[in-house]
């Protein structure tokens, strides 16, 4: 068995073009025996693409270069071939089916039968209990996945590959979705396949999850294969540094705006839960916001940081109670045209969902928040319309051929330029930007950085949630640390470090 | 950069294939038609032709409003039956015309009313909403006409549905000047703006500080005022308000608007492309009686043509990755 050298998985020279984008370039990876190989790289690297190739999932599969499996070439043309040569993935976002059984799921496509070809129940259940220990899940196999927790529903994910016993095992930044301690429980379940000869291919840029459970490195560029370390011989710096391909500092080009007198006071804030009745997810928060600062709210995901800026900016009202000043006027009272017209812009997290108007042109998204300017008695000024966007299409340098391309022709960050012009359009004095750079290249990531530090520049206070921690500590002034409805903490740029934010970010969990 | 120049005109034309498509069939089965009989183009036809389109239209033009925000209106064709009774009745009972006239349209605008607050407040889907709405109006026609149509009408009522200028029927120029203003509001005015924006994205449009619940209402109210002022024109074509008279008017008015190239899903459409696809589905309707095809025939085309004007949207949409 152990015939086929040093490697198990060998991806050579591999090249995928799409009509005139080359999304990876001469690629090759390495994979031994029993190992934990992490691949890090940027959003847009060429991690997925990769996956795709080696899941079969690649709809064409035309790259050139050869896959190896213990020596042997390989071509996957479909999810099974793959499956076939033993090669699991396990996605970001979960796929499960929730309204059936933790069992069903678990044995999809392979479902146990009796002699009668009906699904054999009794020893479904049986076996589940078994594959479920393997990730130490602890649940009934007849309870309907959906009453599971997200973690648990990852962790299911996990056995179910495992169910198919494969001897890859690619899992693609799993714990996104996962609190600290959930996902060292997964850290737990990966160290424990290794024992039992799972290799294991880890995508992520978590660089402490990397370096707990990595034996060794590959990082990847634009499309291009950078370097090789064994976990023990490299940094954490020098690998982000790897990423992004230049010294992190040019990344956030932070200029250190004039902090002025305060413009936004919110005081005794409450937010509903938004699932757990007679919970507050937003518990009686009190806090100040300077012109030209940005401040910065930091905790985990579901922590409740969307859904204060949701209810400060009247997105979400139900329930919510809490009083808010800007530059010394109530506005708590207000609709949020109110608010909007008062001044306060909001870019939110998911700019699909509500962002943009995909059908759209960039034109029409760029006015949409601020057609009093462009509107004469009711009836549009095409002209100054026309105006404006060009203004800000140029601006923000927006990359499309004219103001008239749709939206969804844009890539991610040209798309959350457009949304960011159309709030700049507005009168602004406060922005809240919501994982601003969340799903956007490197390149448009450090212009959106630039934008927002020439609008503190120009004395509009921000807030800004981020859960990319460097990202929160280059560009803020000041910090708050959410969690369980509070603010657990507050540093300011000379005293803050990521593990101090993380440490009150997980502190209620801990007692 | 050329061939992204050159892509994004293909796609330009694709984006407007569907209106080019209808034209092409529209030139075809005319020509077709005046070959086979040439009474087709008959001065006689042609008012009779444009004549029914307009009772599609005028409904229809509303309708293109209510789709393009993401909405669905089946309710319009009991509204234009009812609206057409309580207008003939309070003729018959010697009102003035213009109140009569008033009486239906104020129907029209509570039922409208009633269907936008049950959509925008309650939030039940738009499909159920009026489709129950359409049997609740039905249930009314019957109560109040026990099923037996109301006529004769006052000569001022009849006059408003027969009447015509220089030959061209009232209804003709009603629709005309409707068109007009539905197409200038549409792409003139910020209400139109806010109509497309709603159906692109509700979330996006909201949160741009957009009225998006005033506005879903109003394209209601606009749908059923519409419906009552067909259903009163058509009472007094007639000279009688039939229980039956907005039957089945409902699913012709979507499918026209369909047809013209409005987007089921929301956030595009044009009153242009209405005109072609109420056009369409009487030009059919007369080809069918002029070459002596049973009108059975009817049904199966318009079908045909509806799901191959929904399947290039969806097509499009698939292609060009906002699905």
């Given at each position: 068995?152990?015939?086929?050298g040093?490697?198990?998985?060998e991806?050579d020279?591999?090249?995928?073009?799409?009509?005139?984008?080359?999304?990876?370039?001469?690629?090759c990876l390495?994979?031994?025996?029993?190992?934990?190989?992490?691949?890090?790289?940027?959003?847009?690297?060429?991690?997925?693409?990769?996956?795709?190739?080696?899941?079969?999932?690649?709809?064409?599969?035309?790259?050139?270069?050869?896959?190896?499996?213990?020596?042997?070439?390989?071509?996957?043309?479909?999810?099974?071939?793959a499956?076939?040569a033993?090669?699991?993935?396990?996605?970001q976002?979960?796929?499960?089916?929730?309204?059936?059984?933790?069992?069903?799921n678990?044995?999809?496509?392979?479902?146990?039968?009796?002699?009668?070809?009906?699904?054999?129940?009794?020893?479904?259940?049986?076996?589940?209990?078994e594959?479920?220990?393997?990730?130490?899940?602890?649940?009934?196999?007849?309870?309907?996945?959906?009453?599971?927790?997200?973690s648990?529903?990852?962790?299911?994910?996990?056995?179910?590959?495992?169910?198919?016993?494969?001897?890859?095992l690619?899992?693609?930044?799993?714990t996104?979705?996962?609190?600290?301690?959930e996902?060292?429980?997964?850290?737990?379940?990966?160290?424990?396949l290794?024992a039992?000869?799972?290799?294991c291919?880890?995508i992520?840029?978590?660089?402490?999850?990397?370096?707990?459970?990595?034996d060794?490195v590959?990082?990847?560029?634009?499309?291009e294969?950078?370097?090789?370390?064994?976990?023990?011989?490299?940094?954490?710096?020098?690998?982000?540094?790897?990423?992004?391909?230049?010294?992190?500092?040019?990344?956030?080009?932070k200029?250190?705006?004039h902090?002025?007198?305060?413009?936004?006071?919110?005081?005794?804030?409450?937010v509903?839960?938004?699932?757990?009745?007679?919970?507050?997810?937003?518990?009686?928060?009190?806090?100040?916001?300077?012109?030209?600062?940005?401040?910065?709210?930091?905790?985990?995901?579901?922590a409740?940081?969307?859904?204060?800026l949701?209810?400060?900016?009247?997105?979400?009202?139900?329930?919510?109670s809490?009083?808010?000043?800007?530059?010394g006027k109530?506005?708590?009272?207000?609709?949020?045209?109110?608010?909007?017209?008062?001044?306060?812009?909001?870019?939110?997290?998911?700019?699909?969902?509500?962002g943009?108007?995909?059908?759209?042109?960039?034109?029409?998204?760029?006015?949409?928040?601020?057609?009093?300017?462009?509107?004469?008695?009711?009836?549009?000024?095409?002209?100054?319309?026309?105006?404006?966007?060009?203004?800000?299409?140029?601006?923000?340098?927006?990359?499309?051929?004219?103001?008239?391309?749709?939206?969804?022709?844009?890539?991610?960050?040209?798309?959350?330029?457009?949304?960011?012009?159309k709030?700049?359009m507005?009168?602004?004095?406060v922005?809240?930007?919501?994982?601003?750079t969340r799903?956007?290249?490197?390149?448009?990531?450090?212009e959106?950085?630039?934008?927002?530090?020439?609008?503190?520049?120009?004395?509009?206070?921000?807030?800004?949630?981020?859960?990319?921690?460097?990202?929160?500590i280059?560009m803020?002034?000041?910090?708050?640390?959410?969690?369980?409805?509070?603010?657990?903490?507050?540093?300011t740029k000379d005293?803050?470090?990521?593990?101090?934010?993380?440490k009150?970010?997980?502190?209620v969990?801990e007692? | 950069?050329?061939?992204?120049?050159?892509?994004?005109?293909?796609?330009?034309?694709?984006?407007?294939?569907?209106?080019?498509?209808?034209?092409?069939?529209?030139?075809v089965?005319?020509?077709?038609?005046?070959?086979?009989?040439?009474?087709?183009?008959?001065?006689?036809?042609i008012?009779?032709?444009?004549?029914?389109?307009?009772?599609?239209?005028?409904?229809?033009?509303?309708?293109?409003?209510?789709?393009?925000t993401?909405?669905?209106?089946?309710?319009?064709?009991?509204?234009?039956?009812m609206?057409?009774?309580?207008?003939?009745?309070?003729?018959?009972?010697?009102?003035?015309?213009?109140v009569?006239?008033?009486?239906?349209?104020?129907?029209?605008?509570?039922?409208?009313?009633?269907?936008?607050?049950?959509?925008?407040?309650?939030?039940i889907?738009t499909?159920?909403?009026?489709l129950?709405?359409m049997?609740?109006?039905?249930?009314?026609?019957?109560?109040?006409?026990?099923?037996?149509?109301?006529y004769?009408?006052?000569?001022?009522?009849?006059?408003?549905?027969?009447?015509?200028?220089?030959?061209?029927?009232?209804?003709?120029?009603?629709?005309?000047?409707?068109?007009?203003?539905?197409a200038?509001v549409?792409h003139?005015t910020?209400?139109?703006?806010?109509?497309?924006?709603?159906?692109?994205?509700r979330?996006?449009?909201?949160?741009?500080?957009?009225?998006?619940?005033?506005?879903q209402?109003?394209?209601?109210?606009?749908?059923?005022?519409?419906?009552?002022?067909?259903?009163?024109?058509?009472?007094?074509?007639?000279?009688?308000?039939?229980?039956?008279?907005?039957?089945?008017?409902?699913?012709?008015?979507?499918?026209?608007?369909?047809?013209g190239g409005?987007?089921?899903f929301?956030?595009?459409g044009?009153i242009?492309?209405?005109?072609?696809?109420?056009?369409?589905?009487?030009?059919?309707?007369?080809?069918?009686?002029?070459?002596?095809?049973?009108?059975?025939?009817?049904s199966?085309?318009?079908?045909?043509?509806?799901?191959?004007?929904?399947?290039?949207?969806?097509?499009?949409?698939?292609?060009?990755?906002?699905?």
């Amino acid at each position: 068995m152990q015939n086929g050298g040093e490697y198990l998985l060998e991806l050579d020279h591999i090249t995928r073009r799409f009509l005139s984008v080359t999304a990876l370039k001469d690629v090759c990876l390495k994979l031994k025996r029993d190992e934990v190989l992490a691949i890090c790289g940027e959003n847009g690297a060429g991690k997925s693409t990769l996956m795709k190739i080696l899941s079969g999932s690649d709809s064409f599969g035309n790259y050139e270069g050869t896959i190896r499996i213990n020596s042997q070439p390989m071509r996957f043309r479909s999810t099974k071939d793959a499956e076939n040569a033993g090669i699991e993935m396990i996605y970001q976002e979960i796929s499960l089916h929730l309204d059936l059984t933790v069992a069903e799921n678990l044995f999809m496509g392979a479902l146990p039968a009796t002699k009668w070809k009906t699904v054999d129940w009794r020893r479904m259940i049986k076996d589940a209990y078994e594959y479920l220990q393997n990730v130490g899940l602890h649940v009934d196999p007849r309870q309907k996945v959906k009453t599971l927790s997200t973690s648990q529903q990852q962790l299911l994910s996990i056995a179910r590959a495992i169910a198919k016993k494969p001897k890859i095992l690619v899992l693609d930044e799993p714990t996104s979705a996962l609190t600290q301690t959930e996902a060292e429980n997964l850290l737990r379940v990966i160290k424990d396949l290794k024992a039992r000869h799972v290799s294991c291919l880890y995508i992520s840029h978590k660089m402490d999850e990397i370096f707990q459970i990595a034996d060794r490195v590959t990082v990847l560029r634009d499309g291009e294969h950078i370097a090789d370390y064994a976990a023990c011989d490299v940094t954490p710096k020098k690998l982000v540094e790897d990423m992004v391909g230049r010294k992190i500092e040019v990344l956030y080009p932070k200029q250190q705006a004039h902090i002025g007198e305060e413009i936004l006071r919110v005081e005794d804030f409450c937010v509903p839960h938004p699932y757990m009745k007679d919970r507050n997810i937003v518990d009686g928060v009190s806090f100040g916001l300077r012109r030209g600062e940005i401040l910065g709210i930091a905790g985990l995901v579901g922590a409740g940081r969307s859904e204060l800026l949701n209810a400060i900016f009247k997105a979400q009202e139900d329930g919510v109670s809490g009083k808010v000043w800007l530059e010394g006027k109530r506005i708590d009272g207000l609709s949020l045209r109110g608010i909007k017209e008062s001044g306060i812009g909001y870019l939110t997290e998911d700019r699909k969902r509500n962002g943009f108007i995909a059908g759209a042109a960039i034109r029409e998204n760029i006015v949409l928040a601020s057609l009093s300017k462009i509107v004469r008695g009711g009836l549009i000024d095409h002209k100054a319309e026309r105006q404006y966007a060009t203004e800000y299409f140029r601006k923000l340098s927006v990359k499309a051929p004219d103001i008239e391309t749709p939206m969804f022709h844009l890539s991610g960050g040209n798309q959350q330029k457009v949304v960011l012009a159309k709030w700049m359009m507005t009168d602004l004095k406060v922005m809240f930007f919501d994982e601003p750079t969340r799903g956007i290249d490197v390149g448009a990531k450090t212009e959106i950085y630039r934008l927002i530090s020439d609008m503190a520049n120009q004395g509009i206070g921000i807030i800004l949630v981020s859960s990319e921690m460097p990202e929160l500590i280059s560009m803020c002034d000041r910090f708050l640390v959410l969690s369980h409805g509070k603010f657990r903490a507050e540093f300011t740029k000379d005293n803050v470090s990521q593990e101090k934010i993380m440490k009150a970010a997980t502190l209620v969990e801990e007692n | 950069m050329n061939s992204h120049s050159k892509k994004s005109k293909l796609s330009q034309l694709l984006q407007r294939f569907d209106q080019l498509g209808i034209v092409l069939v529209l030139i075809v089965l005319m020509v077709a038609v005046g070959f086979k009989n040439s009474t087709f183009y008959s001065w006689d036809n042609i008012i009779n032709v444009l004549r029914s389109t307009s009772f599609i239209f005028i409904i229809g033009i509303a309708i293109t409003y209510v789709l393009i925000t993401g909405g669905l209106d089946l309710s319009v064709g009991s509204v234009m039956a009812m609206a057409g009774i309580l207008s003939a009745m309070t003729a018959q009972a010697g009102a003035p015309l213009l109140v009569s006239i008033l009486c239906g349209i104020l129907f029209g605008f509570a039922i409208g009313l009633i269907n936008g607050i049950l959509v925008v407040r309650m939030n039940i889907p738009t499909l159920i909403v009026t489709l129950g709405m359409m049997y609740v109006v039905d249930g009314l026609v019957l109560i109040v006409t026990k099923g037996s149509p109301i006529y004769p009408l006052p000569d001022s009522f009849k006059a408003l549905g027969q009447g015509s200028i220089l030959g061209v029927p009232n209804i003709v120029l009603i629709a005309l000047v409707l068109a007009l203003i539905g197409a200038f509001v549409l792409h003139n005015t910020q209400y139109g703006r806010c109509v497309y924006a709603i159906g692109g994205n509700r979330e996006t449009a909201r949160l741009a500080g957009i009225h998006v619940n005033a506005i879903q209402m109003s394209v209601y109210v606009l749908a059923s005022v519409s419906a009552s002022l067909g259903g009163i024109l058509m009472a007094g074509r007639l000279n009688s308000a039939q229980p039956s008279a907005g039957s089945g008017y409902e699913l012709t008015v979507v499918a026209a608007v369909i047809i013209g190239g409005t987007s089921m899903f929301g956030g595009s459409g044009s009153i242009f492309g209405t005109l072609l696809g109420a056009l369409l589905m009487t030009v059919i309707e007369n080809a069918l009686l002029l070459m002596k095809i049973s009108a059975y025939w009817q049904s199966l085309i318009v079908g045909i043509i509806i799901i191959f004007a929904v399947g290039l949207d969806q097509y499009r949409r698939k292609k060009y990755g906002m699905g």
